[in-house]
Every structure is written in structure tokens, then in C-alpha cells.
T-cell receptor, first 114, second 115 residues
């Protein structure tokens, strides 16, 4: 069965530090990839998505992610985090052709110290 | 603006009671999903629907049921609530494009406590 791994459960950074959150998936076919963010007490919101084309995807709030097919990875990055980025981040994968279903990773909690 | 709403936002119930959580979307989306979110487990899919009268079991469907009588609503029913079903429940919806998927839009969640 397909699965999504997020290796970091909790990341603590100081403001202005650079961020990289790992995401790996286990499926050899065509996939669509997503990063969602959940701010404290709120619902999930889409940060960015990859369907095809340029493997470097830019999202909202200065986030970007790079799809590396050979490594089955879709890591999330931000050059300089802010306190307001404190949230939980979820990577999700949709297997091409499986309509709307997403497989989520277990999430990475990011805490940014002011 | 289109949106997805859930009610109630908070619910406390007793073991053995039947509970129904409502989900209503005005996106006119074909696909609707129910997830539960638990610490250490992330989001797990309970049930999903690709259209009216279509329902499918997800990863953790035991003890839950859904029905889809119209495009807008996908209520989730706990037939006999158990303490293990204490969780935060999220409803989501997405459109449908042949061969690919749109993003899922999430509701605000329902926090359910089963005593």
C-alpha cells in the first residue's frame, strides 16, 4: 500500500532560521503531491501542490517544495521562518487516476521561537 | 464565497449513543471525505464519496457510516460511540478532473469526546 513518511515529528527553530521538512512517499507511478498547513486550532489549508512540470513549486507565504522523482521525495523549504509559521505541516500524495483520495503523512510540528 | 461547514463544532456524548456529525459544502464538489485526526497518527480517512449515492470505506471505517443523498452533504454517523472514537473530525471536499485531482478543501473540524 502507498504510504507517506515525514521523518521529523517536531522541529524547533529560531526566527530567521532556514527550514526544510522531509517528505517521502512509496509509490512508483505518477503522483500528485501536496503540502498542507494547520495553524493552532484551525483547519488544514493548502500551502502548495505539484501536478507536473517544473519540479520546484512555489506556494504561499514564501514556502517552496522540490519534487525529486528519483528519491520519491517532496521536501518543503523556507529560507527564513517567522514566529507566525508555527504550525503543523502535512505532506500528502494522490496516486494519479485514483480520483480525489489523498494519503497523508503523520505531520511535522514546527515551533518557531521569537 | 463557497465554503465547507461542520456542525457541531464540539460534542460530548456517552458510550453507546448514536452520534451524527454534519458536513455541508457549497463548492458543488463531487468528492467528499471524512478524516479523523489523532496525536501521532496524522489524518486517517474514514469514509469518502465520489458523488450522490456513492460511498466507500477508508482506512478506519469500523464503527462509522455515511450516506450521500445530495451533492452538498455527507453526514458521518457513529452507530454506537466508543471512547476510542474521541477525536477531531474533519470533512473535506474536492472537485473532479479526469486523471488528476484538485486540492481538498477542509472544514473547521468537530471535536468529539466520548465519555
Amino acid at each position: 500500500a502507498q504510504s507517506v513518511s515525514q521523518h521529523n515529528h517536531h522541529v524547533i527553530l529560531s526566527e530567521a532560521a532556514s527550514l526544510e521538512l522531509g517528505c517521502n512517499y512509496s509509490y512508483g507511478g505518477t503522483v500528485n503531491l501536496f503540502w498542507y498547513v494547520q495553524y493552532p486550532g484551525q483547519h488544514l489549508q493548502l500551502l502548495l501542490k505539484y501536478f507536473s512540470g517544473d519540479p520546484l513549486v512555489k506556494g504561499i507565504k514564501g514556502f517552496e517544495a522540490e519534487f525529486i522523482k528519483s528519491k520519491f521525495s517532496f521536501n518543503l523549504r523556507k529560507p527564513s521562518v517567522q514566529w507566525s509559521d508555527t504550525a503543523e505541516y502535512f505532506c500528502a500524495v494522490n496516486v494519479w487516476g485514483s480520483q480525489g483520495n489523498l494519503i497523508f503523512g503523520k505531520g511535522t510540528k514546527l515551533s518557531v521561537k521569537p | 464565497d463557497a465554503e465547507i461547514t461542520q456542525s457541531p463544532r464540539h460534542k460530548i456524548t456517552e458510550t453507546g449513543r448514536q452520534v451524527t456529525l454534519a458536513c455541508h459544502q457549497t463548492w458543488n464538489h463531487n468528492n467528499m471525505f471524512w478524516y479523523r485526526q489523532d496525536l501521532g497518527h496524522g489524518l486517517r480517512l474514514i469514509h469518502y464519496s465520489y458523488g450522490v449515492h456513492d460511498t466507500n470505506k477508508g482506512e478506519v471505517s469500523d464503527g462509522y457510516s455515511v450516506s450521500r443523498s445530495n451533492t452538498e452533504d455527507l453526514p458521518l454517523t457513529l452507530e454506537s460511540a466508543a471512547s476510542s472514537q474521541t477525536s477531531v473530525y474533519f470533512c473535506a471536499s474536492s472537485g473532479r478532473e479526469t486523471g488528476r485531482t484538485n486540492e481538498q478543501f477542509f472544514g473547521p473540524g468537530t471535536r468529539l469526546t466520548v465519555l
